[in-house]
T-cell receptor
Framework: GAVVSQHPSWVICKSGTSVKIECRSLDFQATTMFWYRQFPKQSLMLMATSNEGSKATYEQGVEKDKFLINHASLTLSTLTVTSAHPEDSSFYIC??????????FGSGTRLTVV | TQLLEQSPQFLSIQEGENLTVYCNSSSVFSSLQWYRQEPGEGPVLLVTVVTGGEVKKLKRLTFQFGDARKDSSLHITAAQPGDTGLYLCAGEPSSASKIIFGSGTRLSIRP
């Protein structure tokens, strides 16, 4: 089945710094990728849809200037959390679609802002 | 905004018992998926249903899509401790290629 690789699996950063999370499609070309955020004991909330070669589409309430998404190639999308604060600490998960395999998810990135 | 409400939110039962998890919405979905997620990992797809009234079975798990494609259920027969986890339904709206997750059901099976 389709594989989506996410890196890093966990990161700790200081408040005010920026953190980049990568999402790669390993065996298929992904024109669209999705970024989700999951707080403890909660479900996944869609943040944005990343489109290769064009601007990302953000869900209502998600700050596009804080969560920068770049999808410069058919196999890589990145999410940069800018000027991170402790309330941004969360589990970030990417996903993509591959034909009959449907939606496939990365293993997630645990971000802790101290 | 399409919302998917799952019930119950939490369920703790004894090994061997049966259970049903519900996923309800006022919106119509072109397809609906069920996932299971372990702590610190991404969700893993269990099943996709696309036709109203469709029933799919996966060993002891039975999934049903409502006739109007607005709701779904997951029934587990003879639950085992290995079934413990977070179960998530997710719907793909008819108007967009993305999926929206339900509120989740945390299941705990006691040996």
């Amino acid at each position: 089945g389709a594989v989506v690789s996410q890196h890093p699996s966990w990161v700790i950063c200081k408040s005010g710094t920026s953190v980049k999370i990568e999402c790669r499609s390993l065996d298929f070309q992904a024109t669209t990728m999705f970024w989700y955020r999951q707080f403890p004991k909660q479900s996944l909330m869609l943040m944005a849809t990343s489109n290769e070669g064009s601007k990302a589409t953000y869900e209502q309430g998600v700050e596009k200037d804080k969560f920068l998404i770049n999808h410069a190639s058919l196999t890589l999308s990145t999410l940069t959390v800018t000027s991170a604060h402790p309330e941004d600490s969360s589990f970030y998960i990417c996903s993509s679609i591959r034909g009959s395999d449907g939606y496939t998810f990365g293993s997630g990135t645990r971000l802790t802002v101290v | 905004t399409q919302l998917l409400e799952q019930s119950p939110q939490f369920l703790s039962i004894q090994e061997g018992e049966n259970l049903t998890v519900y996923c309800n919405s006022s919106s119509v979905f072109s397809s609906l998926q069920w996932y299971r997620q372990e702590p610190g990992e991404g969700p893993v797809l269990l099943v996709t249903v696309v036709t109203g009234g469709e029933v799919k079975k996966l060993k002891r798990l039975t999934f049903q899509f409502g006739d109007a494609r607005k709701d779904s259920s997951l029934h587990i027969t003879a639950a085992q401790p290995g079934d413990t986890g977070l179960y998530l339904c997710a719907g793909e709206p008819s108007s967009a290629s993305k999926i929206i997750f339900g509120s989740g059901t945390r299941l705990s099976i006691r040996p």
